[in-house]
Structure formats: structure tokens, C-alpha cells
């Protein structure tokens, strides 16, 4: 069976099973108002027979009073008024005559005796139990259609005569189960032939319009599929499924599907390629800015803060959706500059400006054009560079590269030496062994150039094995950590030795957990030799602050020292293995931690002011780490406490 014939027949069904049912609540609702009128009618009955016996007894009694003052002598004058009064045996017997739904009416006493009927048979009997009409009336439909059109019953409608409170006479009139149902069979009969009329009518009308509002699913069939090929070759499943003349609403689902499908792989597209972009952009030194024809900022990346003089965790997406004059001020050198250039329309490549603050930057203006449209500029790219930046970067290629080199050098250096020294060593205590030791004054003092020689091929040894351990490849254990807490157990560990320095370490961390993925015990290290080096920079003591911040998708850490600096000229070479301007210095912590945060995918940077007339005289470290992805609140929560732990270490 097609789908559409199965989607027509539901819907008829439906509409069937929604008339069937408004149907049957339409003839109980008849039904109960037909057994309340009925009532109704039989109630004014009762009433009328009711005022007819008063007055027969008061009439009656005043004519024949009882002979004393006993109850049976008023009963006796009771039963003969009611029996004497012909006005009352008149009412009950019309009643009955032309009441279509009425079988009887008796009076009883309040024992239930019948003292006067309309069945002969039953007066001077007990009265027969009989359910009242009003409990059928008031009841669920199911009992009053059981009632009805049941098992034949007299139902009771009743009213009683009060004497000093209670009930000394009562009025019933019998309404038999079988004339209602001969009084309702008609109407009933009528109501059901008009719900099966509308029950047929609204099915016919139900298929009927199913079917012509799924017809144009042929028209959206086709109109799919021209989506779905994209102006393609028709596949061959199709054309069979057109030719064998398919369900429509089957093609229709199919077609669906293979649009979703689709639309999820462009989607998945689109993601990745944003989630590219958004990377490059936070990664990116250069400012990039992308304004559309009405000068609207539609993409910013985050170096952008640091040409408009904004703090650097200033969030950039605040700038989206800005005008160009709202970034940039027409008073700055910068703003002025980038307002004449779009003012004028044209490209502009790598000019260079300098800015208030004396850095130097170069921007560059292009125009995107749709040229399949035939319109003119449709987008504007500007770019922003620091040269200091570029430069910087250079200077950090270039110290890579010398690390690199000095890496395979040491590599080779220390395998060609460590055979020779291990040789010697060995010779040496060969000749040590020979030498007695009360014949040392007979070879003129060889033992104690023995001893010389042992100490520089052993100083040698160490001067090899570090370059060994500085060649040799550094294996990373790459956990989630705060570096916080990183932080927090270098400051452990030198706390006394800044003590006895008499240095004074501040550190400035976050409230808001700092994760990053690193190798806690080398970025200690690292740490620790940034540390140490400002401390013997500051031979008369002073104060240290380790400042820790989020900058982007990156985590900042600033070592800064109130030492003596380091000259311009020697800048460029303090990374270099085993240069060092300390008389005791090694010249290898600063290139072992600048080779540690490039294995973590780090930067360092180093700023230093060594003019003894400055208030700013000193050096400041600056290194960035990626902060870890997937950083949620779960981990600020597991590292709240630890902020308390790095407040001011003296």
C-alpha cells in the first residue's frame, strides 16, 4: 500500500474516530436532557396529586373529625377523607391515563401501607420497593442507558406531607422503564441517523481533502530534488523511481534525507573551516580587521587591542559589529591615518606610522570586489603589523635556529670527546696504581700531577655530560595543570633562598584557575632559573613580582626584577648556550628555559632597562603558554583554594 493511500486512510480514521465519539457525547447529552424533562414533567405530577390530597384531608377532617385523640382514631379519619375525596381518586386516575411514562400513583403513610392507588390490588399492601428517578437522572450515562433500555423497572418520583417534622404522608408516582423507552426510541432513532450521516459525511470529506492537500507534494518532490542536485546529472535510482511512478511522499523523504545530509556536511565544513579561522586569528601578531561596504567591523582578531592601546584581555568581539569611526579615534596618529586611507578609496600596502608611544607599525588597505556581480567594493581588509613584533619574531627564528645548531654540534662534539676522556681516565688509574705511594718523592711529585690531571678530566667530564644533556631530546609528560599551583611550588622552594637575599617576591595571580598542558616539573625548572637569575641580578636585594594573567587563549607569566639590566648590545645573545656576564655563571639556564617553552609550544619575551639614572631600572621575563582546551567551571572549582596560597611571599 502507497504512503499516501496509507496517510489518506489515517486521517479518515481519525476524523471517523472524532465524529463517532462527538456522536455518542450528542445522543447521551439528548438522552439526559430527555430523562430530565421527564422528571421535570413527572415532578408537577406528583405536586398536583400532592395539593389535591391536602385538600382532601382538610376537607375531610373538618367534616368527620377523629372520635379521640389516638393516633388510630386519625389515621381511620385520615384514610376515609382520602378514600371519600372524589377530586383526588380523579387526578390520580388522569394521570394515568394520559401520562405517556406514568404506570401508577399511590399515597402511603410513613410506614409505607398504600392507602389509596390507582391498582386496586395494591391498597391496604405494603408499598414495593422501587429506584428513584431522580438517583437515574443524576447518575453516569452508562446506568441511564442500562435503565432505559434495560431490563423493564418502575422508577419512583415522590413527595411527602410533613407533620411536626416527619413524614406522615407521601405521594408516588410510578414511571415504568419500558414507556420511556417507547417515548425516546423515536428522537434516539432520528440522532443516530443524522451521527452516521455525519460520521460518513465527514469521512468522505476527510479523503477528500487529504488527498488534494498532498498533491502538491508533487510540485515540492521536484523542487527538492533540484536543491539536491545542485544542477547535476539526475541519478539513475531517481529516474527509475519517476519512471515507476513512486509514492510521492516517499520521494519526498528520500529527498529529505539526502538534503539534511548534506546540509550537515557543509555545515561540518563551515564549522571546521571557523574554527580554523578562529585559531589563526588568535594566534595571529598581526591585527586583522574586516569592515563591509557600510564600514562595519564583521571580523576582529585579538591583536587588534594591542595597536588601539586597549587592555590586552579586552575582549575583541566587542568590536564586531562597531563602525570604523568608533574604533578609531580621527585623533590618534593611527585612526587618523586609516580614516584618510578609506576616505580615499584606494589600496593602501605597508605604510609605515609611528605611534604616539614611539612604536613603529605599517597597515595595509584592500579592497574585495565582486566581480561576477558587477558591483564595486563589497569589503575592506586592513591589516595591522608591529614591526617590533616582526623583529622580535626574527630575533626568536634566529635564536631558534642557533639553539638548533648548537644542539647538533654539542650532539657530535660531546660523542668525539666523552671516547677520549674515558680512555684517559682509565690510563690515569692504571698509572695511579703503579705509582707507590712512599715513592712519591723519588719521581719528583708525579702523584700530585696525576691528582691535577684527574680533577681537569673530570671538570671536563661534567662540561661534556652537559652538553650531552642539553642535546639530548627532553621526553614531555603532558598532564592539565594550574599553573597557579606551577607557580606556587617554585615559590616553595626559594622562598628561604630569597630570605637570606634579602629579596621581597610579590606574586599577582587571577581569582579564576590558569590550565594549561605542560610538563609540571620542567616548567618549574624553568621557572626556578627565571627566578634565580633576578635574584643575582639584585646582589643588594629589592623586590621581585611574578605576575600571572590570561591573555586570550593564552596564559602569561611576567618575572619582573628591580636589578641592575642588561645592556642593549647584549639583549640578542642572553639565550645563547653558555653566554653569561656573571662571573660564576654557567650560560645555561636562560637557553635551557627558553628550549623548554618552545618544547610546550611557548614564547618568551625579555624587556630590560640597564640605564642606573632610571626609575625603571631592571628586567622582565615574559613567557606564554596555550591555555588548555576544554577548560570549564569544574576546574575553577578544584582550584579556587589555591589562590589564597600565592598572595604576597616575602
Known amino acids: 500500500m502507497r504512503l499516501k493511500t496509507k496517510l489518506v486512510l489515517a486521517a479518515t480514521g481519525l476524523t471517523f474516530a472524532i465524529v463517532l465519539v462527538l456522536s455518542a457525547l450528542f445522543v447521551s447529552e439528548l438522552l439526559r436532557q430527555r430523562i430530565e424533562q421527564t422528571a421535570a414533567a413527572n415532578d408537577v405530577l406528583v405536586h398536583e396529586v400532592w395539593l389535591e390530597m391536602r385538600k382532601a384531608i382538610e376537607t375531610g377532617l373538618r367534616a368527620n373529625p377523629p372520635v379521640d385523640r389516638s393516633d388510630e ?13 372524589t377530586a383526588l381518586i380523579e387526578v390520580m386516575n388522569t394521570i394515568v391515563r394520559y401520562s405517556p411514562t406514568v404506570q401508577d400513583v399511590s399515597v402511603t403513610d410513613a410506614h409505607g401501607m398504600t392507602l389509596l392507588s390507582t391498582d ?153 573551516l571557523q574554527a580554523n579561522l578562529n585559531q589563526m586569528l588568535d594566534t595571529l601578531r598581526d591585527g586583522v580587521l574586516l569592515f563591509t561596504a557600510d564600514r562595519r567591523a564583521v571580523m576582529v582578531s585579538d591583536a587588534v587591542a ?7 584581555n579586552e575582549d575583541h568581539e566587542k568590536l564586531v559589529g562597531m563602525r570604523l569611526e568608533e574604533i578609531f579615534a580621527p585623533d590618534s596618529v593611527l585612526g587618523e591615518a586609516v580614516l584618510e586611507a ?4 584606494g589600496q593602501v600596502s605597508a605604510q609605515a606610522l609611528t605611534l604616539e608611544d614611539g612604536r613603529q607599525v605599517q597597515f595595509s588597505l584592500d ?27 626574527g630575533q626568536e627564528l634566529e635564536v631558534a635556529r642557533r639553539l638548533a645548531a648548537i644542539g647538533r654540534l654539542t650532539a657530535g662534539v660531546g660523542h668525539e670527546v666523552k671516547n677520549p676522556i674515558n680512555a684517559m681516565v682509565l690510563h690515569l688509574e692504571l698509572l695511579r696504581g703503579k705509582l707507590a705511594p712512599g715513592g712519591a718523592e ?119 626584577d628591580e636589578g641592575e639590566g642588561i645592556p642593549p648590545e647584549l639583549l640578542p645573545r642572553i639565550f645563547e648556550l653558555y653566554f653569561t656576564t656573571k662571573p660564576k655563571g654557567s650560560g645555561i639556564g636562560l637557553a635551557m628555559t627558553y628550549r623548554i617553552l618552545q618544547l610546550h609550544g611557548g614564547a618568551m619575551e625579555v624587556r630590560s632597562n640597564a640605564d642606573p639614572n632610571s626609575v625603571e631600572r631592571g628586567t622582565t621575563f615574559t613567557f606564554r603558554l596555550p591555555v588548555a582546551a576544554g577548560v570549564g567551571g569544574e576546574s575553577r572549582k578544584a582550584a579556587g583554594a589555591v589562590h589564597k596560597e600565592l598572595g604576597e611571599r616575602v
Open 73 to 85: 382514631a386519625l389515621h381511620a379519619a385520615v384514610v376515609d377523607a382520602l378514600r371519600s375525596h
Open 120 to 272: 386496586p390490588d395494591a391498597v391496604d399492601q405494603p408499598s414495593v420497593f422501587r429506584f428513584s428517578l431522580a438517583s437515574v437522572q443524576n447518575g453516569p450515562i452508562p446506568r441511564q442507558m442500562r435503565v432505559v433500555f434495560g431490563k423493564p423497572r418502575v422508577l419512583d418520583i415522590s413527595q411527602a406531607l410533613q407533620r411536626n417534622g416527619d413524614p406522615f404522608l407521601v405521594v408516588h408516582v410510578g414511571v415504568r422503564s419500558t414507556f420511556l423507552k417507547n417515548s425516546y426510541e423515536p428522537w434516539l432513532l432520528d440522532a443516530l441517523i443524522f451521527a452516521a450521516l455525519a460520521a460518513l459525511a465527514a469521512m468522505l470529506s476527510a479523503g477528500l481533502l487529504a488527498n488534494v492537500a498532498l498533491r502538491p507534494l508533487e510540485a515540492i518532490s521536484a523542487r527538492l530534488e533540484s536543491l539536491t542536485l545542485a544542477g547535476g546529472a539526475i541519478p539513475e535510482k531517481l529516474l527509475e523511481s519517476r519512471n515507476t511512478r513512486s509514492d510521492a511522499v516517499v520521494r519526498v523523504t528520500k529527498t529529505l534525507d539526502r538534503l539534511g545530509e548534506q546540509m550537515r556536511t557543509q555545515e561540518a565544513g563551515y564549522t571546521a
Open 306 to 312: 594591542y595597536f588601539l592601546g586597549a587592555p590586552l
Open 342 to 345: 578609506f576616505a580615499e578609496g
Open 367 to 393: 579592497r574585495i570586489d565582486d566581480k561576477l556581480a558587477g558591483v564595486g567594493s563589497v569589503a575592506t581588509l586592513l591589516t595591522l603589523r608591529d614591526m617590533e613584533s616582526v623583529a622580535q619574531l
Open 442 to 560: 723519588a719521581f719528583g711529585g708525579a702523584q700530585r700531577h696525576v691528582e691535577i690531571l684527574a680533577g681537569e678530566m673530570q671538570r671536563l667530564d661534567r662540561v661534556v655530560q652537559t652538553l650531552a644533556d642539553f642535546s639530548r631530546p627532553m621526553e614531555l609528560h603532558l598532564r592539565e595543570h594550574d599553573l597557579r599551583q606551577v607557580v606556587g611550588v617554585v615559590m616553595d622552594l626559594t622562598s628561604a633562598e630569597m630570605k637570606e637575599n634579602r629579596v621581597r617576591v610579590v606574586v599577582e595571580a587571577p581569582k579564576d584557575p590558569l590550565m594549561v598542558r605542560v610538563d609540571a616539573q620542567l616548567m618549574q625548572q624553568a621557572l626556578l632559573n627565571l627566578l634565580l637569575n633576578g635574584m643575582q641580578a639584585m646582589p643588594e636585594g629589592g623586590a621581585m613580582v611574578v605576575r600571572m594573567r590570561r591573555d586570550h587563549q593564552f596564559a602569561v607569566v611576567e618575572v619582573i
